[in-house]
Nanobody, 120 residues
Framework: QVQLVESGGGSVQAGGSLRLSCAAS????????MAWYRQAPGKERELVAD???????NYADSVKGRFTIARDNAKKTVYLQMNSLKSEDTAVYYC??????????????WGQGTQVTVSS
């Protein structure tokens, strides 16, 4: 079984910073793209940022210049550094990873979600 465990959410005032982490564990041969999504109340889940196995990042326009995604392949961990937070960043943030098992089958996995609340 593969698990993604997130940490680092919380409450912060507008303009502040938070760092999210997501660690993968279990029977893993390799990890392809890792990503962060978020879902605000009454809205659909949206992509915040993703990063390829080679380290190439991609960001939603709404977070460009404020958020940074990074990964440590040895630790099977992806990070999201969030700076200059705004009230509209308030959401549950979910980690996602496309993981290849020893039989070369690929599956998408999700973390349990972590709440980020930004107060103005």
């Amino acid at each position: 079984q593969v698990q993604l465990v997130e940490s680092g959410g919380g409450s912060v005032q507008a303009g502040g910073s938070l760092r999210l982490s997501c660690a993968a564990s279990g029977i893993i041969s390799s990890i392809n793209t890792m990503a962060w999504y978020r879902q605000a109340p009454g809205k659909e889940r949206e992509l915040v940022a993703d990063i390829t196995s080679g380290g190439r990042p991609n960001y939603a326009d709404s977070v460009k210049g404020r958020f940074t995604i990074a990964r440590d392949n040895a630790k099977k961990t992806v990070y999201l550094q969030m700076n200059s937070l705004k009230s509209e960043d308030t959401a549950v943030y979910y980690c996602n990873a496309n993981i290849r098992d020893p039989l070369l089958r690929e599956y998408d996995y999700w973390g349990q979600g972590t709440q980020v609340t930004v107060s103005s």
